[in-house]
């Protein structure tokens, strides 16, 4: 399952659901852009005629990036 949590906020409380993903908070712009990722990842899954549990993480990686999503950086010690 993919979980999107939107750390900002303007008041008001957003909750999307999918078959394999749940969004919840942000302000709508946020909340916005993480439905259109969770989106777009199932169409590039379904392109690839797989479900989310049978990708590894690596083909995941590709898929997320491909949409816009970014890994953030190890911390450096």
Do not use: C, W, Y
Not at 16 to 26: E, R, S
Request: glycine fraction near 10%; avoid cysteine; proline fraction near 5%.
């Amino acid at each position: 399952m993919m979980l999107g949590i939107g750390l900002d906020s303007d008041g008001h409380k957003r909750v999307t659901t999918g078959p394999n993903f749940a969004l919840v908070g942000g302000t709508e712009e946020t909340h916005a852009s993480m439905t259109e990722k969770a989106v777009k990842i199932n169409e590039k899954l379904a392109a690839r005629g797989k479900q989310l549990e049978e990708v590894s993480p690596e083909e995941f990686d590709d898929i997320a990036q491909s949409v816009g999503l970014r890994r953030p950086a190890p911390e450096k010690n």
